[in-house]
């Protein structure tokens, strides 16, 4: 046993001391056994617990290979601190738990696993939401939720379909999430923007561009907004709903950080939608898992036969597995207690954001740190040359980028970087903010 440890320690070495390259076959099972003075089999079981381990893979007949993720071998004292990533902490992720999950949902529709099911959704999830949204102050029937797979395809349907309204621009704000700019680029459909600022929006130029600019619906994130990072107060939410009611535009509200939010007076726009002008968006991929490509879409009745048609014939049925197995983890209680702990998680790691920013106070910068959720602000009030930033951010192990991908062409601005600490722990916080405050000083 102790010649098997000895030869897994070794290729650990090899790999942290950057002997053994990705491209290139790692010592063979021969060399290892005479290496070691070990039978072949000691060393093709040091390899196999590599494997489980996923630091390597086999090919027949040709040997082993070293698996590519460099960010797992990356020398800790190099550990890059990511301030631009949108993706949640993965070592918070309750991969255990939803696994036990899954392989409930593949005893329980092991059938529907062999056939088509319903585009508009699992009847058994779409059941479980309808009460489960009730926690969020969304009021709703099983008959108005749709699942998709993600809220990207949600954006994609709802972004080009038409509306009763029959007008045909799409307003978004500025900046918003990248996602939503590049389905309305790709799909060719005409959008308009409005500068969403720290302290909110301009109705009266919103007013003006619902009545002149045929707009047939507004997306917007209300709630901790990408990539500001920024809240709707609840009277603005009531002044955009009565201004799309005044003038009969619709309201997309992606409320993918709702899951977030600490405030218990603090409702989504659909709660107060009292016109069916709001079609809520609600993800489960910062919370729960990324790759699980679930959505569910609260419509108004007089949406739904379109938005299912163009679902139907775009992918026929989102994951039957991955439906089954939100369903079994939010009806066991799973769902309430994770969202519990990643609540206080993202909170205090704001918290953390804010007291790292009030300790280096800098000329004409301006910190914008939310209560919680993914993304916090640095403005700039004077014109700062932001490659330069970005690049000396990198010789610090900091990774940051511009926002350009957030706004339409004639809208960019170069004057704000944005904070995520979706996968940035307390200690990386600290840490880089002190570094980008030193650069900046």
């Known amino acids: 046993m102790s010649k098997y440890n000895d030869i897994v320690d070794f290729i650990n070495a090899e790999i942290e ?27 093709v079981h040091a390899y196999e617990k590599l494997q489980s381990q996923h630091i390597v893979y086999s090919i027949p007949q040709s040997g082993y290979y070293l698996v590519d993720k460099k960010e797992i071998h990356t020398n800790k004292t190099n550990k890059i601190i990511n301030f631009s990533s949108g993706s949640p902490d993965e070592s918070i992720l309750p991969y255990k738990d939803f696994q036990h999950c899954l392989n409930q949902a593949i005893d329980i529709y092991k059938v529907t696993l062999f056939n088509y099911s319903p585009s508009k959704g699992l009847t058994e999830l779409i059941i479980t939401l309808k009460k489960h949204f009730e926690d969020y102050q969304i009021f709703c029937e099983p008959a108005d939720i749709c699942i998709t797979s993600g809220s990207q395809q949600a954006i994609n349907i709802l ?46 130029e919103l007013e003006r561009k619902f009545a002149c600019d045929n707009i047939k619906c507004f997306y917007t994130i209300p709630r901790f907004s990408n990539p500001l990072g920024v809240s709707y107060s609840n009277n603005d939410k009531k002044q955009i709903l009565a201004l799309a009611k005044k003038y009969n535009v619709y309201i997309i509200e992606d409320d993918y950080l709702g899951d977030l939010e600490v405030k218990n007076n603090v409702y989504p726009m659909h709660y107060y939608d009292v016109s069916s002008r709001v079609v809520y968006i609600k993800s489960f991929s910062k919370i729960l898992l990324p790759g699980l490509r679930i959505a569910a879409v609260v419509l108004p009745k007089i949406l739904m036969k379109t938005f299912e048609e163009h679902k139907r014939w ?3 049925n989102t994951s039957v597995l991955s439906q089954g197995s939100l369903e079994i983890y939010i009806k066991s209680g799973m769902f309430k207690a994770n969202k519990k702990s990643i609540i206080k998680i993202y909170s205090e790691r704001m918290s ?6 009030k300790q280096f106070r ?52 170069n004057g ?25 000083s």
Not at 387 to 402: D, Q
Request: charged residues 25%; aromatic residues 10%.
């Open 352 to 357: 953390a954001l804010k007291d790292a920013s």
């Open 159 to 204: 972004c080009t379909m038409p509306f009763p309204n029959g007008k045909s621009n799409v307003l978004v704000e500025q900046p918003t999430y990248k996602g939503a700019l590049k389905t309305l680029e790709i799909s060719k459909t005409a959008v308009i923007g409005i500068e969403r600022k720290f302290n909110g929006i301009d109705f009266a």
């Open 416 to 440: 704000i970087l944005k904070i995520s600490v979706g996968s940035s722990k307390i200690s990386d916080i600290k840490t880089g903010i002190r570094h980008i405050s030193k650069i900046l």
């Open 314 to 316: 775009m992918d026929l």
């Open 17 to 43: 001391n950057e002997n053994i390259s990705y491209d290139k076959k790692m010592p063979t099972i021969r060399y290892l056994s005479k290496k070691f003075n070990c039978s072949k089999q000691t060393a």
């Open 362 to 413: 800098i000329a004409d910068v301006k910190w914008h740190v939310p209560y919680s959720g993914f993304y916090a602000s640095i403005e700039f009030l004077n014109k700062i040359n932001m490659n330069w930033l970005i690049k000396e951010c990198a010789k610090n192990n900091i990774c940051i980028k511009n926002m350009k991908g957030n706004y339409l062409d004639n809208y960019f601005s």
